[in-house]
Every structure is written in structure tokens, then in C-alpha cells.
């Protein structure tokens, strides 16, 4: 169905470098991800199988075929990079995504210590063969990175050969660029939009309302990650202002001033 409105801010179309949707798979049968590959393929543009879930789930090669067709480009959490990492099993994890078929790849250390340029070795060698996402912030309660320091990990790991950087935060959003509590850690976001280019950025933004703080910041064409199978159709009603968190952020100003307010109620004459 088309329905012709203005006012919708415009959508950078796919294949794209921004305005990336990026989900969490977190152990779909084959059948989820077609039935979800039938409404939300359109604006999905990255499949996340989340932490180790390709370890432990069947059919991952069909699952990947399926994603990959509909034009999504699939790869597995950093945690299981992680998991081959520690047991000093690098070479293994590259035939493991190969015999996938996947071009795509995550590498993280959100869940142990690396030493930051074996992490920056790892990138440089994936980058050869793979498209790279590499992830800053620890999975950690507890543990601090300088707000300067992120920002210098993610340009060297750019520099490294990362297609993307991923702003940590995992499935929960209460770590990494947010607090306990699930807001957003302002001072560190904005000094992350203000060095790097904003493209080259992926927030994770598992909730509604993280997702629409971004829009807001960032405007409709912001990455955003780790969004759940079925918040993706309601994400892109919030990129096109037609949620009650944006439904007024791409409007004139005209019409802004519609907005309600609890005067307005007071006579109803």
C-alpha cells in the first residue's frame, strides 16, 4: 500500500552507509526469520546473531542463506569472537565464518581484556578479507573507559580497517553509553558525534526510547543496533515521525504548534 504524506523525512535508500537498522537474532527458527524477513527485509540491514546463539542454534547455515538473500548482511556476535579469542583459537574462528559463508564479521572485547592493538591486529587481518565491525565499551558493571579514550579506541580501530564502530551497550541498554538506568551517558555520546563522523557510528539502541533520543540528536538517518526482531516496523515509524516520541520533530513549524497542551482543555466552547 502507498500512502503519499509530507512532511516524512527522507530515508537514505538501501544498500547504505547510514541509516543502518541493524537486529538482534536472538535464536530464530529458519520460519521467524522468514515470516520476519517478509515485512521488516525492506528496513533491516544488518543481522546480528546475538552473543553465542550460533553456537547452540540448528539450521545457522539455512539462516544465514535466508538473511543474505533478502540483502542483509548477517555476522555473529563479538561474544563468540570473544569465545574463540581467549582459547587463542583466531584461525579457527575464520574457517568457522567462512564455511558460513558470511562476509561479515564483529570483533569485540566486551567480555574479557585485550590488550587494545591485538584487537586493532585482529581488525587489520579481518579487514582483508571481511566487512568488519568492531565494538568499543566493556560488557562490564563497573568498568570505567574514559570518555577520551573511547574515542581514540574507535578512530584507531576505523583506522585499523572497521567498517563501523559499535558503541557498546548491550541487549539491555544499562551499560556502555548508558546508565544503570537506561539513559543515555550525554557528556560521552556527544563527544562521540563530535569527533567522529557520524555515519561511521553504531549506537545500540535496544528501547524505544533510546531509539527516539537518538533520532532526535542524530536526525532520522542515525545507525541503530541491537533492536529486536519486532521493534523493527515501530523503529522506522519513529525515523519517519510517526510515533508520539518524533511525531512532532519533522514538522514546520506551522504545525508545531498543535502540539497539546493542557490549556487547550480547559474551555472546550
Request: hydrophobic share 40%.
Amino acid at each position: 500500500m502507498y500512502i503519499n504524506l509530507p512532511f516524512i523525512p527522507e530515508r537514505t535508500a538501501k544498500p547504505r552507509n547510514s541509516g543502518l537498522t541493524m537486529m538482534m537474532d536472538k535464536g530464530l527458527s529458519t520460519r521467524e526469520a522468514e515470516n520476519f524477513i517478509e515485512n521488516n527485509g525492506p528496513y533491516t540491514d544488518l543481522i546480528k546473531l546475538g552473543f553465542g546463539t550460533s553456537f547452540v542454534s540448528g539450521n545457522v547455515e539455512k539462516k544465514v542463506k535466508i538473511y543474505q538473500e533478502a540483502g542483509i548482511r548477517v555476522y555473529l556476535g563479538g561474544t563468540l569472537f570473544e569465545a574463540f579469542a581467549i582459547r587463542n583459537m583466531f584461525d579457527e574462528y575464520v574457517t568457522l565464518v567462512s564455511k558460513l559463508k558470511i562476509d561479515t564479521v564483529e570483533v569485540s572485547d566486551g567480555s574479557m581484556y585485550m590488550h587494545h592493538s591485538l584487537k586493532l591486529d585482529f581488525i587489520n587481518k579481518l579487514s582483508k578479507d571481511f566487512t568488519v565491525l568492531s565494538e568499543v565499551g566493556s560488557k562490564q558493571k563497573g568498568v570505567e573507559i574514559h570518555d577520551e579514550v573511547w574515542v581514540e579506541m574507535m578512530r584507531k580501530e576505523l583506522d585499523a580497517g572497521s567498517w563501523k564502530v559499535i558503541a557498546e551497550a548491550r541487549e539491555s541498554g544499562t551499560t556502555g553509553i548508558y546508565h544503570d538506568d537506561g539513559s543515555a551517558n550525554v557528556n560521552l555520546i556527544n563527544l562521540i558525534n563530535k569527533k567522529l563522523d557520524a555515519s561511521a557510528v553504531l549506537w545500540e539502541a535496544p528501547t524505544g526510547k533510546q531509539q527516539a533520543w537518538f533520532i532526535k540528536l542524530i536526525g532520522p538517518n542515525v545507525n541503530l543496533g541491537n533492536i529486536a526482531y519486532n521493534d523493527v516496523i515501530p523503529l522506522e515509524c519513529l525515523r519517519r515521525g510517526l510515533r508520539g516520541d518524533t511525531f512532532f520533530d519533522f514538522l514546520p513549524d506551522d504545525l508545531k504548534n498543535q502540539r497539546p497542551d493542557s490549556s487547550k482543555y480547559l474551555n472546550l466552547d
